[in-house]
T-cell receptor
Framework: RKEVEQDPGPFNVPEGATVAFNCTYS??????FFWYRQDCRKEPKLLMS???SGNEDGRFTAQLNRASQYISLLIRDSKLSDSATYLC?????????????FGRGTSLIVHP | EPEVTQTPSHQVTQMGQEVILRCVPI?????FYWYRQILGQKVEFLVS????????KSEIFDDQFSVERPDGSNFTLKIRSTKLEDSAMYFC????????????FGDGTRLSIL
């Protein structure tokens, strides 16, 4: 099983749709989790951290399920500008030393 | 908004040559990272750096690679004797804290080995 797995997509949705992505991880000792977005040939940009209690930032909601070892990202009311690749990042480690593992990303295309 | 800057944006080098990729992290950040992304593939962690020493490194970061913080602002990645398979986008990142805190990425250096 890969360390961090994502459905590559693409997810092709109309504007205004709600779309959800999952990301599974294999290492139960993983400590912190993030979603980044990456536009074509650009750098990853932090979208949000993922907390055990779940967190919401505007149209975006992230959830962590430690028992089943997955994180999710929900995007409501999709905009054309949400078209990008969404990267799941899982950190494993202790103290101040962590090793981040990226998923391959899920491609989202929002069309008019 | 402060940002991580990387130079050059594109580096073309003959196989076997040495390259140095440069990064200026966000000024009050203490933790620095290098990643690479081969075209069409995932972002891969290379190394993390804190307090003037390597904190963690991946299997990719072998003796061919080294990092340095030569002064108070720059953070460099040196690749000795480059190989064709080193062709990739190299991203530098920094964070204010360690412990798996969010990182801010530079816009990358595209390295092409001929």
């Amino acid at each position: 099983r890969k360390e961090v797995e994502q459905d590559p997509g693409p997810f092709n949705v109309p504007e205004g749709a709600t779309v959800a992505f999952n990301c599974t991880y294999s290492n139960s000792a993983s400590q912190s989790f993030f979603w980044y977005r990456q536009d074509c040939r650009k750098e990853p940009k932090l979208l949000m951290s993922v907390y055990s209690s779940g967190n919401e930032d505007g149209r975006f909601t992230a959830q962590l399920n430690r028992a089943s070892q997955y994180i999710s990202l929900l995007i409501r009311d999709s905009k054309l500008s949400d078209s990008a690749t969404y990267l799941c990042v899982v950190n494993k480690g202790t103290g101040g030393s962590y090793i981040p593992t990226f998923g391959r990303g899920t491609s989202l295309i929002v069309h008019p | 908004e402060p940002e991580v800057t990387q130079t050059p944006s594109h580096q073309v080098t003959q196989m076997g040559q040495e390259v140095i990729l440069r990064c200026v992290p966000i000024s009050n950040h203490l933790y620095f990272y290098w990643y690479r992304q081969i075209l069409g593939q995932k972002v891969e962690f290379l190394v993390s750096f804190y307090n003037n020493e390597i904190s963690e490194k991946s299997e990719i970061f072998d003796d061919q690679f080294s990092v340095e913080r030569p002064d108070g602002s720059n953070f460099t990645l040196k690749i000795r004797s480059t190989k064709l398979e080193d062709s990739a986008m190299y991203f530098c990142a920094s964070s204010a804290q360690g412990g798996g805190q969010p990182q801010h990425f530079g816009d990358g250096t595209r390295l092409s080995i001929l």
